[in-house]
């Protein structure tokens, strides 16, 4: 995700103007070669099912869109459990994948590590007050090296920014992955699959959109999520590519919204997305 400087910390809701000193800090995608192979000829697959038995247990939908987490009542069993699936992730034979199995693996083991980063540091009000990575300008835990994928030590943002978004160059990445924020895109229900990734993009990709964290209307203004502006390039490089992106997967009432949507806006909310019982 975002890294930014100490003195620039925002508050829970941030809502400003588009192209400041935010999207300065922004991670560009930066390709790792160490990672781009792939054996497209390959029937080997990576079990998620420990993960899918996680968010099954501790991801819950309330009235409002919003996919919570219920960090406070998650086990000591189960604590172990994710561990030792993100474990079995590290030691798989990822260059040896073919692409699609390699695309579910890097989504699922990036939001399985943001909910043990939670996790391990519980009780937090935000993601961003886990201040672990390192560099003066930097906060959150998105630059610290989490863990050892094939013996190479790989962070949160290695595998947003110097991964995922390189090498597969899709827009419907950025509702794959959850930064345990409120403003962020949902925490899949379910673990990705080869099979189903494509499927799961859009429907993440839809329905991030057209809810308000996506874009809503304030007055004359449209206010869409500051991940249009963190990585406009990803999304036409433009307002109008913005726009453009949004419309492709608009319901009826955004489409209204979009006929004229003027200047844009950005928000974010970095309050934790979690479930309280």
Known sequence: MLAKSGVLLALALLVAGFGGIERAFAPKAELWARWTAADETSTLGVDHGDWDEFLRKYAKSDNAGYNLVAYGTVTAADRRALDAYIARLADSPVGRLARPEQLAYWIN?????????????????????????????????????????????????????????????????????????????????????????????????????NSPRG?????????VSSIYDWYIADFGGDEAGIVDHLRRFADPPLLKMLEDPGPLAASYDWALNEARE
């Not at 209307?217 to 206010?223: H, K, P, V, W």
């Open 109 to 209: 083991l990036y939001n399985a590590l943001t909910v043990k980063v939670i996790l391990d540091h519980y009780p937090v009000k935000s993601i961003r007050d886990i201040d672990i990575s390192p560099g003066l300008f930097s906060d959150g835990p998105w630059g610290r090296k989490l863990i050892e994928v094939s013996g190479q030590p790989v962070s949160l943002n290695d595998i947003e920014h110097r991964i995922l978004r390189p090498i597969w160059r899709d827009a419907r990445l950025h509702y794959t992955l959850n930064c345990a924020a409120l403003g962020c895109p949902n925490l899949p229900p379910r673990a990705f699959s080869a099979s189903q990734t494509d499927a799961m993009m859009t429907a993440a990709a839809r329905a991030y959109i």
């Open 215 to 223: 874009a809503r209307r304030s007055g004359e203004q449209l206010i």
